[in-house]
């Protein structure tokens, strides 16, 4: 753990299709109490998975962070020794499996990862149409158990590829991006947190739910504002349109600065070393 980081950075996601994702908001916010400011993206409407990590990259040369971005680092691993059973998957190690998710849809342009999905050992372990795969069913990891064991939000299952709560896609185009990252950005709870800044994986409810917002999205700024005065945040003053996305990225680059420094979310107590190794952690689950 760092003792202590000069901004803290929430990215919101995406495992869209396309050169640049809707979907994606960067929100920053420095240490002390001043409100979280939306960033946005260079030469471009929307952000590009790409450009977010770029920019990351670059900020890191300059800046001490600490960023949350939406999306798991790896699968369920433990309860079935496997994270892809039956399939052509060599990978124990969540950062192996990163590089191999990389080889298998290098072809896929603007890190995207829709290729992975071709191989039918892969795709009928997930529900991806109107039925599910043959072998689908909801697997979750540690982390994702404990999330929904304590109240902080209904985690969906990585392979579970319908509807809004989705995280899968997102997740294999984040695995891609991740491998991006500058080396002296570290990956949480991977390598040593002792570099400049650190990426963590994140989810949105934990930080509503802290909040005293609940289960329910961000869409007024009236309630952003109420919201922000939980983690000890000065209310945003200008005039702002809020939507699901940005209210996520702004409400989650201030839930981390309100809790980056209790040890309690960087040493959960289920977080073993084998946890650590094959399925990683979401921040803000004690």
């Known amino acids: 753990m760092k003792a202590s980081f000069d901004f803290f950075v929430a990215v919101d996601w995406s495992g869209a299709k396309g050169s640049t994702q809707k979907g994606i908001q960067v929100a920053v916010c420095r240490k002390g109490d001043s409100p979280p400011e939306l960033v946005s993206p260079p030469n471009s409407k929307h952000w590009s998975?790409?450009?977010?990590?770029?920019?990351?990259?670059?900020?890191?040369?300059?800046?001490?962070?600490?960023?949350?971005i939406d999306f798991s680092f790896a699968p369920p691993y433990l309860d079935e020794g496997k994270y892809f059973p039956g399939a052509d998957i060599s990978s124990?190690?969540?950062?192996?499996?990163?590089?191999?998710?990389?080889?298998?849809?290098?072809?896929?342009?603007?890190?995207?990862a829709g290729s992975f999905l071709e191989n039918e050992q892969v795709s009928e372990l997930f529900h991806v149409n109107k039925q599910p795969g043959r072998r689908y069913r909801r697997r979750y990891r540690v982390t994702e158990q404990e999330c929904r064991n304590k109240g902080l939000g209904p985690a969906e299952t990585f392979f579970h590829l319908i509807g809004p709560t989705q995280v899968g896609m997102g997740s294999l185009c984040g695995m891609r991006s991740l491998l991006?990252?500058?080396?002296?950005i570290a990956i949480w709870p991977f390598e040593n947190t002792a570099k400049r800044s650190v990426v963590v994986e994140i989810y949105t409810r934990p930080f509503l739910i802290m909040s005293g917002v609940g289960l329910k999205k961000i869409r007024e700024l009236e309630v952003l504002n109420q919201?922000?005065?939980?983690?000890?945040?000065?209310?945003?003053?200008?005039?702002?349109?809020?939507?699901?996305?940005?209210?996520?990225?702004?409400?989650?680059?201030?839930?981390?600065?309100?809790?980056?420094?209790d040890s309690?979310?960087?040493?959960?107590?289920?977080?073993?070393?084998?946890?650590?190794?094959?399925?990683?952690?979401?921040?803000?689950?004690?």
């Open 49 to 68: 998975r790409l450009a977010a990590i770029s920019w990351l990259n670059e900020f890191a040369g300059k800046e001490s962070f600490l960023v949350g």
């Open 92 to 112: 124990s190690r969540a950062q192996d499996l990163w590089f191999e998710i990389e080889d298998k849809t290098k072809n896929d342009p603007h890190l995207y």
């Open 180 to 184: 991006r990252l500058q080396r002296n």
């Open 227 to 261: 919201a922000l005065d939980h983690f000890h945040s000065r209310s945003i003053q200008q005039d702002l349109s809020i939507d699901d996305h940005i209210g996520d990225a702004i409400l989650s680059a201030a839930g981390l600065r309100f809790i980056a420094e």
């Open 264 to 286: 309690k979310y960087w040493h959960p107590a289920a977080m073993s070393e084998e946890v650590v190794c094959t399925e990683g952690w979401t921040f803000g689950v004690p």
